[in-house]
């Protein structure tokens, strides 16, 4: 399997272990994994007083994290990713799309971001952000297709980065990962 320069499938051991259970663990070691120290850089943001000497307040770059989940999928993943990063008040800006069964074409139903062009899903929403001003983007996907993380890493490769668990190298006709995991959103959400 050859993929894009840009994605990063995890080799590690618990991960691999995990995948297969899809627990919501999974999600706190991808972002592990994702957050690391190529992401963020510490910068001394002034001196704290304390009874001892002078300390540095160290504080992380960039402070302007935004995360945006694809509802209702990668909803299960926030509170991993809020739990690890540093960072106050991070925001949360959520974007709504589903699959439609005939055309396997993803259709928007919520965005408070600028509207979203024809493609898969996750080049959709790198399109999305790309027109919004995002400086970059990391996507964080527990299961990915071989064909559809290609396309999404090729979407704008220098500046988008794909973290994920596994590859499943096949779509079925209705456009679902083989092995895969089925529909995430129904699972989370025990609907069909």
């Not at 272990?17 to 999974?26: A, E, G, H």
């Not at 064909?147 to 079925?172: H, Q």
Request: proline share 6%.
């Amino acid at each position: 399997m050859s993929l894009p320069d840009n994605v990063h499938v995890s080799t590690h051991p618990l991960l691999q272990s995990l995948v297969s259970q899809l627990r919501s663990s999974i999600a706190s070691i991808l972002a592990v994994v994702v957050l690391n120290q190529n992401t963020f850089s510490s910068v001394t943001e002034g001196f704290d007083v304390t009874p001892l000497p002078e300390q540095n307040v160290t504080g992380v770059l960039p402070s302007n994290v935004v995360l945006v989940p694809i509802l209702r999928s990668s909803l299960s993943m926030i509170d991993s990713f809020l739990s690890i990063l540093p960072c106050e008040n991070v925001p949360i800006n959520y974007v709504g799309i589903y699959r439609d069964k005939t055309t396997l074409s993803p259709i928007e139903y919520y965005n408070k971001l600028p509207a979203l062009k024809n493609g898969g899903t996750a080049s959709a929403v790198i399109q999305s952000l790309k027109e919004w001003g995002a400086k970059k983007i990391i996507i964080v996907s527990i299961v990915v297709s071989e064909e559809g993380v290609t396309r999404a890493a090729n979407e704008w490769p220098e500046r988008v980065e794909i973290y994920c668990a596994t590859v499943d190298t096949a779509l079925s006709s209705h456009g679902y990962i083989i092995p895969g995991v089925g529909d995430i959103g129904d699972r989370l959400n025990h609907t069909h």
